[in-house]
């Protein structure tokens, strides 16, 4: 009849009064409902997941590119990558090492929102990888948070997370 924000509260309000039942903190429904809470609000606001996604994208971006910057993520296929040692005509230092004329440009941003989405493919994690055991961890961890919060938003979306 017109009441749906008060409809959607008494829902969210319903499964607040739920989780606050678990007598074991850690059990698996506990959990569950926790982290339905704080990603979708229980499949009300999906909007909280697109938000954290666009905060992990960022900061995936910001860290790729310390790490490119850092000679820490490295092309794929080394073959035909030529060494070109630092001369007084470089202007940057982490232009001493150039890809081939063929190797796909790496990009930050879109480095991270390719691993962060899945099924996107902009040839950039094909391309690319970190070579170092810091932003190899955070690339799976990245990963990991791309996949569960796409499928939040995504169940969140079409109804089929709402509890």
Not at 111 to 127: I, R
Request: aromatic share 18%.
């Amino acid at each position: 009849m017109g009441y749906e924000d008060a409809a959607r509260d008494v829902w969210i309000a319903k499964n607040e009064d739920y989780r606050s039942n678990f007598t074991k903190p850690f059990s698996q429904d506990c959990l569950w409902y926790t982290i339905l809470k704080y990603a979708i609000d229980y499949g009300y606001k999906p909007w909280r997941a697109l938000v954290s996604s666009g905060f992990v994208i960022s900061l995936g971006y910001v860290l790729f590119a310390i790490g490119y910057r850092r000679g820490r993520i490295s092309p794929t296929n080394q073959t035909g990558y030529r060494d070109v040692r630092p001369s007084p005509t470089t202007i940057k230092q982490h232009e001493a090492n150039r890809p081939p004329r063929d190797q796909v440009k790496f990009n930050a941003f879109f480095y991270s929102l390719e691993t962060f989405t899945p099924f996107l493919k902009l040839d950039q994690s094909t391309s690319w990888t970190p070579s170092s055991i810091f932003f190899r961890v955070y690339l799976y961890f990245h990963v990991t948070l791309g996949w569960a919060l796409t499928l939040f938003v995504v169940g969140a979306i079409t109804g089929l997370i709402k509890k």
